[in-house]
Structure formats: structure tokens, C-alpha cells
């Protein structure tokens, strides 16, 4: 007598399990590493808002304190904290041309995986501002803003 067998062996079906398993294991750590990349995006976004407001107000300064204010250790300083992130900017002026000033701007933060975006300056783990860890007179970070100001 000839059956027509309408069901799955048990064998057929944990080869789709371990299939159905690979794949859902791929696609959650896809989904948590876009949702981390979208963070950084948004972060980086509201870095680079925070160093443009920075670098109007520096604009907007008179041209000839902006070396004594912004340079180094003059007020406001050359450091600043940010607002709507866990993080600090460092401001750097090039006044070697006396009609015009080249104004850098790095930010650094710290993300709500304690990740470290930018420079961690001292390799405490903590965000703070005051070291070069690679000897190149500056900070590195993903977000730097560059501007060239000439006397008015």
C-alpha cells in the first residue's frame, strides 16, 4: 500500500532550523550595527551643529582679540563643553599671517556605549581635553571644522 507522505521528516526540519537560525543571527547583528551607525550619524551631526555655532561666535568676535580669546587660555578659551553631547571642543588659531587667521575646530564625545569619539586625550577612558596622543599638535576627531578669517 503506496501512502502520500504530506508531512516533514524530522531531519528536514532542524536543517531549517539551523538555516532559519544563521540567518536571524545575521540580521539581529545587522539591525544592532545599523542602529549604532544611525546613532553615530545623529551624534555627529549635532557635533558638527555645536562646532559651527562655536565658529560663528568666534566670527563674530573682533578680529584682533580673537588670537588672545580663542588662542590659548584667554576667555572664553580655546577649549568649550558641548550642549547636547558628553563631550568637549578644542579650538586651534593660526595667526602666522597677521591678515588672516585660520581657525580649526575639533569635537570629541563620548558615546551612551562609553565609546570614545574623537581623541581620548590622556587613554583614561575619561573625555577631557589637554593631550596629543599621535604628536601632531592636534586633536583627532571625526568632526573638524576648518575657516579661514581675514581682517575686516
Known amino acids: 500500500m503506496n501512502k502520500d507522505n504530506d508531512g516533514f521528516t524530522l531531519v528536514e526540519l532542524l536543517i531549517v532550523a539551523g538555516i532559519m537560525s544563521v540567518v536571524l543571527t545575521g540580521m539581529i547583528k545587522l539591525f544592532i550595527y545599523t542602529n549604532i551607525q544611525a546613532e553615530l550619524a545623529g551624534n555627529k551631526t549635532m557635533a558638527v551643529n555645536e562646532a559651527q555655532m562655536k565658529l560663528e561666535e568666534i566670527r563674530n568676535h573682533t578680529y584682533a582679540q580673537i588670537v588672545a580669546d580663542y588662542g590659548s587660555g584667554g576667555t572664553p578659551g580655546n577649549t568649550f563643553n558641548l550642549n547636547q553631547l558628553n563631550g568637549m571642543g578644542v579650538i586651534y588659531v593660526d595667526s602666522t599671517n597677521t591678515e588672516l587667521l585660520e581657525v580649526d575646530i575639533k569635537v570629541?564625545?563620548?558615546?551612551k556605549y562609553n565609546?570614545?569619539?574623537?581623541?581620548?586625550l590622556d587613554l583614561d577612558g575619561v573625555l577631557d581635553v589637554g593631550e596629543d596622543n599621535n604628536s601632531n599638535g592636534q586633536i583627532?576627531?571625526?568632526v573638524s571644522l576648518s575657516s579661514m578669517i581675514t581682517r575686516r
Open 140 to 142: 583627532d576627531s571625526i
Open 108 to 111: 570629541c564625545w563620548q558615546d
Open 115 to 120: 565609546r570614545i569619539i574623537g581623541e581620548d
